[in-house]
């Protein structure tokens, strides 16, 4: 009774959606820069695994340079793309609300039923 009032958050659909594509069109180049870490990461790695033993000390100290721009890029990368997931489940919240505001109760049952749309992901 006095406890806070729950006001659902209006979803802009259309703009969600729009936020959604600009993430999925720089994906690539995200991925493009991890990739190049990557590599550089394992040859390095394959490096010290032959390396004598002055020279180990330096390529770990290398590798620890590549893991913190790794690190820090993927975890930049993580959130986006779980906050993109987040909005692509309210837009698809909407979505079912809309149906079932004009009548298509049918097909927001089935899609309720259907794993993909429960969101456990």
Do not use: P
Not at 28 to 51: S, W
Not at 52 to 74: C, M, P, W
Not at 106 to 114: A, F, W
């Amino acid at each position: 009774m006095f406890g806070k009032l729950e006001h659902a958050k209006h979803v802009d659909v259309v703009k969600d959606i729009e936020v959604v594509e600009d993430f999925l069109e720089d994906v690539n180049a995200d991925v493009k820069v991890l990739l190049k870490e990557l590599r550089q990461l394992r040859e390095l790695e394959q490096e010290r695994q032959v390396a004598k033993s002055g020279v180990v000390h330096v390529n770990l100290e290398t590798q620890a340079g590549v893991f913190d721009r790794i690190l820090e890029r993927y975890g930049f990368f993580q959130e986006d793309v779980d906050i993109n997931g987040l909005r692509l489940q309210k837009v698809a919240k909407v979505y079912l609300k809309n149906c079932q505001k004009v009548g298509l109760s049918d097909l927001v049952s089935e899609k309720k039923q259907d794993e993909k749309w429960k969101f456990h992901w």
